[in-house]
C-alpha cells in the first residue's frame, strides 16, 4: 500500500481487536454494536481517502449503486445456497476504486442483506471477512489509470478468478467459521477445530468456485463500464493519475 494508506492498517487491527473483543468479552451478544463498529471503521477509512480526494457525489452515488447491486445479487440467488455472485461484485468495487471502497462495500452489502437472511453473532464475522475480499481487491488487483480492459484477456480474467476463488475459501471461510468455531465448540482444541473447518470446506470451496466463475464472466464488461464512468465523470482522483 502506498505510504499515505498508512491508516489503513491501523483501521483493519482496531476492526480484528472489535472481533475478539465481541467474541471473548461480550461473547457474541452484542453483535449490532460490534457490526456497526466495523462499519464506521471501513467508512472512517474512505472518508479520509475521500477528504483528500475531494472528488464529487457522483463517486459516492456510484459506490451507493455497486452496494445496491451487491446487496440485490446476494438476495436474489438466496435459492442456490453458496452460489452468489455478491463476493464477485465486492471484488469488482475494489479494483474499480479502490480499497477503502472495495471493504465499505463488502461491509455494507453483508450488514443490509443480513436484514433479509437474518442478523446474528456472525454479522460482523462476514462484514469484516468481505470487507477484506474487497479491501485486497483493490491492494493487488487495482489497474492503473488508462489501462483499458480487454475482453480477449484470458490471462487477467484467470488471475481474478483465482483470486475470488482463494479470497473467498481463505478470507471469507477462515474468518467466518470462527464464529461456529467460538459458540458452537465449549472446548477448542486441533480436533475441533480441524471438525469445524472440514465440516465448513464443502459450502466455502462451493462459494469459492462460484465467484470464480462470475468474475470469469464478468469481470471485464463489468470494469470496462466502470472505467468509461470514470473517465466521463472523473471519478479517479488526480493522485491516482501520477
Known amino acids: 500500500m502506498r505510504k499515505k494508506g498508512w491508516y489503513n492498517g491501523i483501521l483493519l487491527l482496531l476492526a480484528l481487536f472489535l472481533l475478539w473483543y465481541g467474541v471473548v468479552v461480550l461473547r457474541g451478544q452484542e453483535y449490532y454494536y460490534i457490526s456497526w463498529g466495523i462499519l464506521m471503521l471501513g467508512l472512517i477509512g474512505f472518508f479520509l481517502r475521500f477528504e483528500k480526494s475531494r472528488p464529487g457525489a457522483a463517486l459516492l452515488t456510484m459506490i451507493a449503486a455497486l452496494c445496491g447491486v451487491a446487496i440485490a445479487s446476494r438476495i436474489a440467488f438466496f435459492f442456490l445456497p453458496q452460489m452468489k455472485p455478491v463476493a464477485a461484485v465486492v471484488i469488482i468495487a475494489g479494483v474499480a476504486f479502490g480499497a477503502e471502497v472495495g471493504f465499505v462495500t463488502g461491509a455494507v452489502t453483508m450488514f443490509v442483506s443480513n436484514f433479509y437472511f437474518m442478523q446474528g453473532s456472525w454479522t460482523p464475522f462476514q462484514m469484516f471477512a468481505m470487507g477484506l475480499i474487497g479491501f485486497f481487491a483493490g491492494v493487488l488487483l487495482r489497474r492503473r489509470e488508462g489501462a483499458q480492459p480487454s475482453g480477449f484477456s484470458y490471462k487477467e480474467r484467470i488471475i481474478s478468478a483465482l ?76 493522485e491516482e493519475k501520477t
Not at 470462527?178 to 477448542?188: G, R, S
Not at 465448513?200 to 466502470?226: D, W
Open 163 to 238: 483470486y475470488g476463488f482463494f479470497s473467498v475459501v481463505i478470507l471469507y471461510g477462515g474468518i467466518v467459521e470462527l464464529n461456529t468455531l467460538f459458540f458452537t465448540v465449549q472446548e477448542p482444541s486441533v480436533a475441533a477445530v480441524f471438525a469445524v473447518y472440514l465440516q465448513g470446506l464443502p459450502f466455502n470451496l462451493l462459494f469459492g468456485a462460484s465467484t470464480a466463475v462470475f468474475l470469469f464472466f464478468l469481470y471485464h464488461p463489468v470494469l470496462a463500464r466502470l472505467q468509461r464512468i470514470q473517465k466521463k465523470y472523473r471519478l479517479i482522483d488526480k
